[in-house]
């Protein structure tokens, strides 16, 4: 589970750090969960490992994560808390942590400040679905 991409093709171009060449992989990589991070049970971890005996090595992590997940016929399903999300201090807290799983760019105090809140007062965080930036005005002074 994680954010997932379907129907990727292969960088071509020779100074990208993605690049793959023709000789290398054909056609659209199998769907794979990318970026910050997927989530996985053991069991389907297990068959991930068993199956990538089966598959050749490739220079693309998460390409590759999805070429073994198709050898062990395990479905890639999308999460809409994988989205790949930057931290912004303009935000309420509870943006984050009601709905995003995978965070990216966070310094070290915005993680301190996420943690320190999620531990004393995620409570004020009731309605999943209320918007971060509504939460913050009305949690504003004036």
Same mark, same amino acid.
């Given at each position: 589970m994680g954010r997932i991409f379907v129907e990727t093709h292969p960088?071509?171009?020779w100074w990208n750090k993605y690049f793959v060449p023709y000789s290398l992989y054909t056609g659209p990589y199998p769907p794979? %969960?990318?970026g910050g991070g997927y989530l996985l049970s053991r069991d389907a971890l297990s068959l991930l490992l068993h199956a990538s005996t089966r598959v050749p090595l490739f220079p693309i992590d998460d390409a590759y994560v999805g070429m073994v997940a198709q050898a062990a016929n395990?479905? %890639?399903r999308h999460h809409?808390?994988?989205m790949p999300v930057e931290y912004s201090p303009s935000r309420h807290p509870c943006h984050y942590l009601n709905?995003?799983?995978?965070?990216?760019?966070l310094l070290p105090t915005d993680l301190l400040?996420?943690?320190s809140f999620r531990q004393t007062q995620v409570h004020s965080c009731k309605d999943s679905a209320q918007d971060g930036l509504t939460l913050a005005r009305a949690n504003s002074p004036g």
């Open positions: 960088v071509r171009i794979y %969960a990318g395990l479905p %890639a809409p808390g994988f709905s995003i799983m995978v965070l990216h760019k400040h996420l943690w």
